[in-house]
């Protein structure tokens, strides 16, 4: 059974900081990975997908990087402001039109 | 183009009532699915339908039924609600890249 696994569960930075956060998965049969952001009482942002075949996305001062073959994916924030306090989702597909498994989120502080 | 939609944004029951929550998609997407969202559980699949007429069952299925009659619709419905039932709700639709979520709907019940 596929799990997702996200440490750590909760992160406080300054502003500026750069910052990893880090996503695992035991089933490298995997389709895709997506990060999501998810704000208070919001949905959920799709930020950047990783098709199985790559190795990294980026999109501005986000950076996302998958290892299938140890069950690794890390989002890398760069600079960050404190409009990125947010909790961050990763999730993966198991099939091009399966079902995402998620992890259960880092809660991201950016204190100014 | 609207992307996925969902009503209502919040609801409250009484034990025992039942309800539809409504998802729309106007990607013509074929593959759409339910999640809920619970505190330190993360999001878990309800239900999910691959094309119209055709549905199945996720990690979390009980208390729940879904149809799926056309293309565009995916509602969740809820046949006699319990306090269990008490989260938020996300409908999702995907193409063959990715998925895009609808903005959700708070449930509690009393």
């Known amino acids: 059974k596929q799990e997702v696994t996200q440490i750590p569960a909760a992160l406080s930075v300054p502003e500026g900081e750069n910052l990893v956060l880090n996503c695992s998965f035991t089933d490298s049969a995997i389709y895709n990975l997506q990060w999501f952001r998810q704000d208070p009482g919001k949905g959920l942002t799709s930020l950047l997908l990783i098709q199985s075949s790559q190795r990294e996305q980026t999109s501005g001062r986000l950076n996302a990087s998958l290892d299938k073959s140890s069950g690794r994916s890390t989002l890398y924030i760069a600079a960050s402001q404190p409009g990125d306090s947010a909790t961050y989702l990763c999730?993966?597909?198991?099939?091009?039109?399966?079902?995402?498994?998620f992890g259960k989120g880092t809660k991201l502080s950016v204190k100014p | 183009n609207a992307g996925v939609t969902q009503t209502p944004k919040f609801q409250v029951l009484k034990t025992g009532q039942s309800m539809t929550l409504q998802c729309a998609q106007d990607m013509n997407h074929e593959y759409m699915s339910w999640y809920r969202q619970d505190p330190g559980m993360g999001l878990r699949l309800i239900h999910y339908?691959?094309?119209?007429?055709?549905?199945d069952q996720g990690e979390v299925p009980n208390g729940y039924n879904v149809s799926r009659s056309t293309t565009e619709d995916f509602p969740l419905r809820l046949l006699s609600a319990a306090p269990s039932q008490t989260s938020v709700y996300f409908c999702?639709?995907?193409?063959?890249?990715?998925?895009?979520f609808g903005p959700g709907t708070r449930l509690t019940v009393t």
């Open positions: 999702a639709s995907t193409d063959i890249y990715e998925q895009y």
């Open positions: 999730a993966v597909l198991r099939g091009s039109q399966g079902n995402l498994i």
């Open positions: 339908s691959v094309g119209a007429g055709i549905t």
